[in-house]
């Protein structure tokens, strides 16, 4: 048997869901009795074992067992789970798809502009508390004013690599209505902290960064002079590493501690060349960078 995906599309949303493809018609055929699709709907809807089924549906538990030996045989269902009951094991079947099919051997019609990134797990998991149930996103990014601002007076000069980011998310994410990409003192004079955000930026561009800092798993090492802070890279806790070179970044999610039920994502690098690595680690390699978020 082969697994693939059922594309669904309806008002403008894809929807995908597993099908399992059937090469043998003979299989097929062992599931489209009128009482094995009766317990293979039952047990789409809620894992079940074979007497709890003979009460759902009203039959005897042989006949139950007879079909299930047919379902299990054609690789339509598996057991999941063991349990003890009254003395035996009951065991819990649940389908192996949620779909089940034939494929004749023709051409596939290529899709444009597809967002196959909607339905990866770990892109779905990453940006979870960022997409709503309707697909649109939800936050803001933020990136540093390009005039001058903050304690070292500084000008962002890495605001446009939100561009970049913003083609990434259009891939999974729909456009809010609102406009989403915001300037660092925007959100701080509207307090607008509380949202779900993405941050652009080190702390020296970046204000909203460089009040995290102290929330990040690897800190910014920021030194207090009389000119202001120093910046001597990125400090690990739990290595007391040091790393400065202008193209290190770091990409993090934490929770917001402004409302812990909102979540920050933080691109920022040492200098602008070390935010614009994280970005794109974050949009082109992030297979990489994602295979071990869980």
């Not at 929807?15 to 009482?35: A, D, G, S, Y």
């Amino acid at each position: 048997m082969n697994k693939k995906l059922l594309l669904h599309s309806e008002n403008k949303t894809h929807k995908v869901k597993e099908i399992t493809l059937m090469k043998e018609p003979q299989k097929l055929k062992m599931i489209l009795n009128k009482l094995t699709w009766k317990i293979l709907l039952l047990l789409s809807e809620k894992e079940m074992y074979p007497m709890e089924i003979a009460k759902k549906l009203g039959v005897h538990e042989q006949k139950v067992y007879y079909h299930i030996r047919k379902l299990v045989k054609a690789g339509a269902i598996k057991v999941v789970r063991e349990e003890e009951k009254k003395g035996a094991t009951a065991k819990y079947y649940k389908p192996v798809s949620q779909a089940f099919g034939i494929e004749l051997p023709s051409e596939y019609r290529k899709l444009k502009h597809f967002p196959l990134l909607s339905i990866n797990e770990q892109i779905q998991k990453f940006f979870k508390e960022f997409i709503r149930e309707d697909g649109v996103f939800e936050g803001k990014i933020v990136v540093g004013s390009p005039t001058p601002h903050g304690p070292f007076k500084t000008s962002a000069r890495d605001g446009h690599y939100a561009s970049h980011l913003t083609f990434f998310l259009g891939q999974f994410a729909i456009m809010p209505e609102e406009f989403a990409i915001k300037l660092d003192v925007d959100v701080k004079a509207e307090k607008e902290e509380k949202n779900n955000l993405i941050l652009v930026g080190g702390p020296g561009t970046n204000l909203l960064t460089q009040e995290l800092n102290e929330h990040l798993p690897i800190k910014f090492n920021m030194q207090p002079s009389k000119e202001g802070f120093l910046f001597g890279g990125l400090v690990s806790k739990k290595t007391s590493r040091v790393y400065s070179a202008d193209t290190v970044g770091l990409i993090a999610k934490i929770a917001n501690p402004w409302d812990k039920t909102k979540r920050i994502i933080v691109l920022a690098g040492n200098k602008a060349v070390g935010t614009k690595a994280c970005v794109f680690a974050l949009t082109i390699g992030w297979e990489n960078t994602l295979k071990k978020y869980d």
